[in-house]
T-cell receptor, first 116, second 111 residues
């Protein structure tokens, strides 16, 4: 089946630095990917929709200058948390549809970000 | 996007059948119903999807009444490894449709 890979699976950084998280579709092409964040004991919150070759669409309340999304190819989307602060510490998860119009999303394993 | 309501938590014992019901009163004609399972510190995993009536696969069954305003995920003979959070999502996926997660149901299976 379809596989979505995220890297790194966990990262620790100092406050004020930027962190990049990669999301790759390993055996299929994804024109659209979705980025979620999840705090402990909470549900997933959609942050943005990443569109290949165009700007990402951010959900209300998500700072686009804070969370930079780039979808430069059909198999790779990146999320960069800029000038990270402790409150950005969270579990970030990406997902993609196996094919345009597919009714199932495949999720990555997630990336745990801890900002000191 | 249709809002979903699920019980926050459920307890069960090994070997029992577990039924988790999700309410989605505002489901649209083109919406599908999909259930995902999530273990701690992992991404959600697809369990089952349906549009109407009943769907069954190797791990679960999904029951959807005629009015489609609710759905029930049925897990037969649960084991300890089924302890997880289960999410019911409603939406369309075509044309870039996005998925909004509700609160989910935390299922705890005890020995």
């Amino acid at each position: 089946g379809a596989v979505v890979s995220q890297h790194p699976s966990w990262v620790i950084c100092k406050s004020g630095t930027s962190v990049k998280i990669e999301c790759r579709s390993l055996d299929f092409q994804a024109t659209t990917m979705f980025w979620y964040r999840q705090f402990p004991k909470q549900s997933l919150m959609l942050m943005a929709t990443s569109n290949e070759g165009s700007k990402a669409t951010y959900e209300q309340g998500v700072e686009k200058d804070k969370f930079l999304i780039n979808h430069a190819s059909l198999t790779l989307s990146t999320l960069t948390v800029t000038s990270a602060h402790p409150e950005d510490s969270s579990f970030y998860i990406c997902s993609a549809r196996e094919a345009p119009g597919a009714n199932v999303l495949t999720f990555g394993a997630g990336s745990r970000l801890t900002v000191l | 996007l249709a809002k979903t309501t699920q019980p926050i938590s459920m307890d069960s014992y090994e070997g029992q059948e577990v039924n988790i019901t999700c309410s989605h009163n505002n489901i649209a004609t083109n919406d599908y119903i999909t259930w995902y399972q999530q273990f701690p510190s992992q991404g959600p995993r697809f369990i089952i999807q349906g549009y109407k009536t009943k769907v069954t696969n190797e791990v679960a069954s999904l029951f959807i009444p005629a009015d489609r305003k609710s759905s029930t995920l049925s897990l037969p003979r649960v084991s300890l490894s089924d302890t997880a959070v289960y999410y019911c999502l409603v939406g369309i996926y075509n044309q870039g449709g996005k998925l909004i997660f509700g609160q989910g149901t935390e299922l705890s299976v005890k020995p």
